[in-house]
T-cell receptor, first 112, second 110 residues
Framework: EPEVTQTPSHQVTQMGQEVILRCVPI?????FYWYRQILGQKVEFLVS????????KSEIFDDQFSVERPDGSNFTLKIRSTKLEDSAMYFC??????????FGSGTRLTVV | GDSVTQMEGPVTLSEEAFLTINCTYT??????LFWYVQYPGEGLQLLLK?????DKGSNKGFEATYRKETTSFHLEKGSVQVSDSAVYFC?????????FGEGTQLTVNP
């Protein structure tokens, strides 16, 4: 079964540092997403990406965040200057036609 | 935007008991509806989905029916197993965004 792969599984970073979370979506999927889940809270939409540009973003996705598809396989989320409240599980997802996503296993980001 | 309200947890059941987890949504249009399951330490797995009114999604003994008149998509299973213990998330999708409910923790005891 095709999978969405995320690396690393756990990242610890100091406040103010930049982090890049990496994702390899399913190869024939065209739509890519990032979600986050703060511990014990609901899963929240961050951004969707299609045809090499952001198609929708939430109010959470401010100037600190950016996404990129640097090559034909990777999809990255960058947080420029991490804050304590950025500590969360970050999930990448992809879909073929915009509904029915496949999620990755997530990257647990801990900001200290 | 869309919003999703789920039955509060945690829910604890004995093996072979009947499960219902309530989910209601608000949306301006007619979103697709989903149930995802999250096992400990893992990501979200699509359990079932329905894309239009009166559709029934089903998988692994779970089912949910898209009810437009009550804006609901309640998850049911006739006989739960210990292996069903997980967090269940209801989701509504319009356009390129999925909106999730709070999640319901289910624990099934032998």
């Amino acid at each position: 079964e095709p999978e969405v792969t995320q690396t690393p599984s756990h990242q610890v970073t100091q406040m103010g540092q930049e982090v890049i979370l990496r994702c390899v979506p399913i190869s024939n999927h065209l739509y890519f997403y990032w979600y986050r889940q703060i511990l014990g809270q609901k899963v929240e939409f961050l951004v969707s990406f299609y045809n090499n540009e952001i198609s929708e973003k939430s109010e959470i996705f401010d100037d600190q965040f950016s996404v990129e598809r640097p090559d034909g396989s990777n999809f990255t989320l960058k947080i420029r200057s991490t804050k304590l409240e950025d500590s969360a599980m970050y999930f990448c997802a992809s879909s073929e036609a915009g509904v029915g996503y496949t999620f990755g296993s997530g990257t647990r980001l801990t900001v200290v | 935007g869309d919003s999703v309200t789920q039955m509060e947890g945690p829910v604890t059941l004995s093996e072979e008991a009947f499960l219902t987890i309530n989910c209601t949504y608000t949306a301006t249009g007619y979103p697709s509806l989903f149930w995802y399951v999250q096992y400990p330490g893992e990501g979200l797995q699509l359990l079932l989905k329905a894309t239009k009114a009166d559709d029934k999604g089903s998988n692994k003994g779970f089912e949910a029916t898209y009810r437009k008149e009550t804006t609901s998509f309640h998850l049911e299973k006739g006989s739960v197993q210990v292996s069903d213990s997980a967090v269940y998330f209801c989701g509504a999708g319009s356009g390129s965004r999925l909106t999730f409910g709070e999640g319901t923790q289910l624990t099934v005891n032998p």
